[in-house]
């Protein structure tokens, strides 16, 4: 046995699920601290903006939107887990943790780094999306970090096929 692979046991076992809270506390700050800087305002959310059933079981939901059109919305929400999944502008969600079993043992310092990261590249005017016939696309890039990713489309998901380049959010004036 690979003494560098988990234990398969530790698939789907969650021993300490409490050491994600720092990510949901983290989270509230971000919020505090967008809202404090930029002009932006709380949006509404839909029913299943975050997935189906995600956003009825979230602990609570923000939805900032930029005061410009065209920089990018988004939407924060606090999981049971506990955890945090953010949607970042309509079609990009990434949770943190991503999974939260003991195998993937995802580092709570590493997640809140992630979701500054990602907020702070979506915020500069890093992110960009698109939607084809098949797939959507994200493209986070910035100083910090730079990511992509793509997702099959569901049939019926009523999204219009468009592209996103985002600029950034617009400060509030120092006062």
């Known amino acids: 046995m690979d003494h560098d692979e988990p234990a398969p046991e530790a ?29 932006v305002a709380r949006g509404p959310v839909g029913p299943d903006d975050l997935g189906p059933g995600l956003t009825a079981r979230a602990l609570w939901v923000i ?7 065209g920089a990018a919305p988004l939407t924060l929400a606090a999981t049971p887990f506990p955890g945090v999944s953010a949607l970042y502008g309509r ?18 310092d590493r997640l809140v780094e992630g979701l500054e990261s990602d907020v702070a590249t979506l915020v500069e005017g890093g992110f960009s999306e698109a939607v084809t016939a098949r797939v959507t696309r994200y493209a986070f890039v910035g100083p ?30 120092p006062g």
């Open 11 to 39: 698939y789907g076992r969650v021993s300490a699920p409490e050491r994600y809270g720092v990510v949901v506390e983290r989270a509230a700050e971000l919020v505090a601290r967008l809202e404090r800087d930029y002009r």
């Open 63 to 69: 939805r900032l939107v930029p005061d410009d059109p």
């Open 91 to 108: 079609t990009c969600l990434i949770s943190y943790p991503s999974c939260g079993c003991d195998a993937c043992d995802e580092d709570p």
């Open 144 to 173: 910090r970090r730079s990511q992509s990713g793509s997702a099959a489309r569901h049939r019926g998901d009523g999204l219009a096929e468009c592209a996103f380049d985002y600029r950034p959010w617009p400060r509030r004036a």
